[in-house]
Each structure stands twice: as C-alpha cells, then as structure tokens.
C-alpha cells in the first residue's frame, strides 16, 4: 500500500520561505519510476497543481509559482518543494500525489495520479 506523508508547511510572513517534504513509503520501485507532485487548495477554491516531476526527469511549474518555488526529489524515495518569496496567495492545503509507477502522463492537472497523502497547512501572513 503506497503512502505519502507530508511535513513542512506552517506559517511564516509575506516573503517567507518553506520546504516541504512528502515521504513515500510502499513504493515497489524508486519514486524516479513515478510521477510526483505538489497540489494544494485554498478554502472555497478548486485544487490546482503546482509543481510535478515526471519520470523523465522533467519538472512543470504552475505560472504562479514559476521562479518562487522549486520541485525536487531525492534517493529515499522522498519528494520536496522549495518555496521561497512566499505570498499570502499562497495559503492553501498543500499536498503530495503519485502516478503509478511508469505512467507517461504527468501534468499539473493531475490526471492519473492515483495516491495522495493527507496534506500539510501553508499560511502566509502579510
């Protein structure tokens, strides 16, 4: 059963910096077979993606993001996102989701993505 748990969110004020981490755990292959990514939900909107890391090593970043936040992942099957310059815009629920292993299909709308964890708070204050 895979599982994803995230950590790192909390509060910080405009221009604050947070990384967030999203340990996988029940993989059959290392997380570099899957598509990963970050997504988050603001109260009373829709969830939106904002950063995903194909397989092939390809990352995309939401236009909202781009240049403020950066997606990783390292070699302990754990994936991270550096968000720097952090805007009150940016509050929302943030959480980790993964394809099944091999799947092509990695995008920011999060087609496909078949596991995802429970999500961490981000709170930005201005």
């Known amino acids: 059963q895979v599982q994803l748990m995230e950590s790192g969110g909390g509060s910080v004020q405009t221009g604050g910096s947070l990384r967030l981490s999203c340990a996988a755990s029940?993989?059959?292959?290392?997380?570099?077979?899957?598509?990963m990514g970050w997504f988050r939900q603001a109260p009373g909107k829709e969830r939106e993606g904002v950063a995903v890391?194909?397989?092939?090593?390809?990352t995309y970043y939401a236009d909202s993001v781009k240049g403020r936040v950066t997606i990783s992942r390292d070699n302990k099957n754990t994936l991270y996102l550096q968000m720097n310059s952090l805007k009150p815009e940016d509050t929302a629920m943030y959480y980790c989701?993964?394809?099944?292993?091999?799947?092509?299909?990695?995008?920011?709308?999060?087609?496909?993505?078949?596991?995802w964890g429970q999500g961490t708070q981000v709170t930005v204050s201005s």
């Open positions: 890391s194909a397989s092939d090593g390809r």
């Open positions: 989701a993964s394809s099944r292993p091999f799947q092509g299909l990695c995008t920011l709308a999060g087609g496909g993505l078949a596991y």
């Open positions: 029940g993989l059959i292959y290392s997380i570099d077979y899957y598509c």
